[in-house]
């Protein structure tokens, strides 16, 4: 008799689909996750061991002057340069439009020379007016929050650790309002990074120069302390100094990029979904169920500990307690199966609300590191949308049918669905929302939305097939050419099932915000705190270790890279930074 | 002089097109062209310069002609608009025949500013087509120049010459023929019978060694040119108000 052996199938991990995934309410409900870059980054950090040092510290007693960072990487060497500048109250804005700013800083491949410095200096502190030099990275600027500095430097001069309460509402002393990289205002291309080891992952130079801007906003409080009252003067407590990090304003600026970047964003979401997809493959031991609660109760802690003003941000952050609760309770109960976690997902989305299902999905990625953290490579693409111009058009009709079925299913026809209209505003380029027919400008409409666009082509390619039902997309195109540009995104993006974020921007319900949180999140942003529906705070590298642990050369890296939903120093009564000190 | 990235003269460059009344495709590929010349210093921002006025009289609303096709053949009238404007899709519709043949030829009769019709070869060279552009200036003496692209590289082979001994004819020098091969290896080498004296030769590693050091230092730009494209790229833009400021979000 012939023994029939039995191969163990193949498993592959199934993705969610593009229909539930790209839905923009549910992206705009995304968390950081362990492939956030501000993450990816620590741990790249961490990993190949990258000093950073000061050079040079020259402020005065106010905090103006200039410092400069050394960064050493096992490949290369960059300095962040920073400027700090007095700044009136009425010029600190965290608007685009802003003109001067507390702080400016960037980062600069190689060596700062006296003269590139003196250019530096020159330049930096203007911004966007400025003639950058093409030796810089990224650059960027940061306004102080106010009250939490003023606060931390009477604290500090005075012996004293500032409360750490103050920090449940804005975790940083520096909130930035812009970080620019990719050649804007003569800066280096990213296309120059593709081949540098340390940067070629997106955004990584930008997250790097926010991380720098942490380390010296300490050094900053605690030189202006000494400075005030030299005798009394204490340095801030390491537990505070790590649950500082760096804020971040973002308004509608950001939402062009969301658009303009199919390919780019179709990596980032295709890796998340691919570590969440090979998270839930994995037959849970014990152990995971136990660092699963563990990290439930944290960010359950981390939700109880976020003040936010948003009323609309503050119930969902309330939703998310409540069912963390019951997440919790589920996970002690329910017995161990190899399909828990698809269990868990699917009572997941039958019973949560899309933040707590993101967050779960977040939090179970953070279980397999080993499978997960690989993905962390592809999260870059060669951008380039083409045309295939020997498609049949019927087919190319059948393609818009199939992956465009969401846009074609919106009435353009109610004025609802056509309310909004994009554009740029001459005051720096500023994109702004105005409403259709109400306001000026309509006729330099950007072509942000995808929807009306691929409804439109949809309608000219059938009208013509009518005449010509064996036509070739280039036929079509050459007859009407202004279809090009959203035909060869179509064709491109078809082989991709997540690029296109589905939804209909010019609808009068469009929460832009949902946009700026998709982006964010992936940059590894924190504390969501709406202040409109065009405009949000948040925080990055708050928890993150401080470059005094990186510089030691952490042996376990394990426990370096674990700092996701940072809780406060100190337990729920309130106790101060500074009985913290004294224990 | 001023140094600028090439992003920056990339986007620049579309919203000046957008801005001179080209669709966003149109803007994004003549964006492309330009800062793809200027990047191997090839001079695109000079042929841009020489050419702006023209662009910007131009109709926007006039469209190459096909005057003749079949499978592996066309002809396009570019009804005298520059290549910025009208190659494009030509080019588009002779890679498709290529891909279906094996072999294309095209000619675009009556085109504006070819040099800059490179930068939409190389990235069809990219989508691995082989190419070659031939076409002819009328100077005393006329000059020929071919450009040619292995599939899949970004750089190309150039090659300008003066030639002597020619026919008499009468056909104006405004047009351009191109070659596509799927298979087949185009790259010009010189070879003649008849005197030519070569005034360029521009090899690949050349260019690839340019176009990185443009990548490191950035790219030189005439600052007067680069006011002109920002005048141009500033129509895109809509007045600030009150009210219009209220539509980036309440200020904080």
Redesign the interface.
């Given at each position: 008799m012939i023994e029939l052996i039995t191969q163990p199938a193949q498993l592959t991990p199934v993705l969610r689909p593009p229909a539930l995934v790209m839905d923009l309410e549910r992206l705009g409900s995304l968390n950081a996750s362990r492939l956030s870059f501000a993450r990816s980054l620590i741990r790249q950090m961490g990993r190949q061991r990258w000093h950073i040092s000061c050079d040079r510290f020259e402020l005065d007693a106010l905090g103006h002057g200039q410092a400069i960072y050394r960064i050493q990487t096992p490949y290369g060497r960059y300095h962040a340069v920073i400027f700090s500048q007095r700044l009136d109250d009425s010029q600190r804005s965290d608007r685009v439009i802003a003109n001067a700013w507390d702080v400016t800083f960037g980062l600069v491949e190689g060596d700062v020379e006296d003269a590139l410095m003196t250019s530096l200096a020159e330049n930096i502190p203007l911004q966007e007016a400025g003639r950058q030099h093409p030796r810089l990275l990224v650059i960027s600027r940061a306004n102080k929050s106010v009250r939490n500095f003023d606060v931390f430097v009477d604290a500090l001069s005075k012996g004293s650790q500032p409360p750490v309460s103050l920090l449940k509402e804005a975790g940083y002393l520096y909130r930035t309002t812009a970080v620019y990289g990719n050649g804007k205002f003569g800066i280096a291309d990213f296309g120059r990074l593709k081949e540098n080891a340390d940067f070629r992952r997106p955004f990584s130079a930008q997250m790097t120069a926010v991380y720098v801007l942490r380390q010296f906003s300490i050094a900053q409080v605690e030189h202006i302390a000494r400075h005030r009252h030299a005798h009394s003067a204490v340095g801030l407590h390491i537990d505070l100094q790590r649950y500082l990090g760096i804020g971040n304003s973002t308004g509608l600026g950001m939402a062009p990029f969301l658009i303009n970047h199919p390919q780019l964003i179709n990596q980032w979401i295709h890796a998340r979904e691919q570590a969440l997809a090979l998270a839930k493959m994995q037959i849970p031991s014990e152990e995971d169920r136990s660092q699963l609660l563990l990290l439930c109760r944290r960010a359950y802690h981390y939700f109880v500990e976020t003040v936010v003003t948003d009323t609309h941000q503050t119930s969902r952050n309330a939703a998310v307690i409540e069912e963390l609760s019951g997440v919790i309770a589920w996970l002690e109960q329910i017995a161990i199966e190899p399909d828990l976690w698809q269990q868990l997902t699917d009572w997941g989305e039958a019973a949560l609300s899309l933040e707590s299902q993101e967050l779960l999905n977040a939090l179970l990625i953070e279980l397999y590191p080993a499978q997960v953290d690989v993905l962390e490579d592809a999260m870059g693409v060669d951008e380039k949308l083409d045309l295939t111009p020997d498609m049949p058009l019927v087919q190319l009709k059948q393609v818009i049918e199939t992956h465009l079925d969401w846009a074609l299913s919106e009435d353009f026809d109610d004025p609802v669905s056509c309310h909004w209209f994009w554009y740029r505003s001459v005051e720096k380029e500023e994109p702004r929302l105005g409403v259709r027919g109400a306001e000026d400008g309509v006729e330099k409409e950007l072509s942000l939305a995808i929807a009306p666009r691929a409804q439109r082509t949809y309608r000219a390619i059938s009208d013509y097939l009518e005449e010509h039902p064996r036509a070739l997309t280039i036929e079509f195109l050459m007859a009407q050419p202004k279809f090009m540009d959203i035909i060869r995104r179509i064709q491109t993006m078809a082989a991709t099932p997540y690029g296109e974020i589905r939804a209909n921007l010019w609808h009068r319900d469009m929460k832009p915000i949902h946009l700026l949180r998709t982006k964010l999140s992936f940059l590894g942003a924190n504390r969501f705190d709406p202040r409109s529906d065009r405009w949000v705070r948040v925080t990055f590298f708050q928890g993150a270790p401080l470059i005094d642990e990186l510089n030691e050369e952490p042996a376990d890296l394990s426990a370096f890279d674990d700092w996701s939903f940072p809780l406060m120093p100190s337990d729920s009564s309130g106790e101060s930074a500074a009985q913290l000190a004294t224990k | 002089m001023?140094?600028?990235?090439?992003?920056?003269l990339q986007?620049l460059s579309r919203k000046a097109f957008i801005g001179i009344g080209f669709?966003?495709?149109?803007a994004?590929d003549a964006a492309d062209m330009v800062a793809w010349m200027e990047s191997f210093d090839l001079h695109g921002l000079e042929a841009l310069n020489a050419g702006l006025q023209h662009l910007m009289e131009e109709d926007p609303d006039t469209?190459?002609q096909?005057l003749y096709q079949d499978g592996d053949l066309a002809v396009i009238d570019g009804q005298d608009l520059s290549v910025l404007r009208s190659s494009?899709?030509a080019l588009?519709?002779a890679?498709?025949k290529a891909?279906?043949r094996g072999l294309s030829v095209i000619k675009i009769r009556r085109c504006r500013q070819r040099q800059l019709i490179m930068g939409y070869l190389a990235?069809l060279a990219?989508?691995g087509m082989n190419i070659t552009a031939f076409w002819r200036n009328a100077q005393i003496p006329l000059t020929e120049q071919v450009v040619g692209f292995r599939a899949n590289s970004s750089a190309p082979s150039i090659r300008v010459y003066s030639v002597e001994e020619v026919p008499e004819e009468n056909e104006p020098n405004s047009g351009i023929t191109i070659v596509m091969a799927n298979h087949v290896d185009l790259l010009p080498t010189m070879r003649s019978d008849f005197r030519y004296d070569l005034l360029a030769k521009h090899e690949e590693s050349d260019l690839m060694a340019v176009r990185d050091r443009a990548?490191?230092?950035?790219i030189e730009v005439e600052v007067s040119l680069w006011e002109r494209l920002k005048v141009l790229a500033?129509m895109?833009?809509?007045?600030?108000?009150a009210?219009?400021?209220r539509?980036?979000?309440?200020?904080?």
């Open positions: - | 001023m140094n600028v990235s090439f992003n920056e986007g669709s966003d495709g149109h994004d469209l190459p096909i494009n899709l588009e519709l890679f498709a891909r279906a990235r990219g989508r990548m490191v230092n950035g500033h895109t833009l809509v007045a600030s108000s009210v219009s400021s539509g980036a979000g309440e200020e904080d």
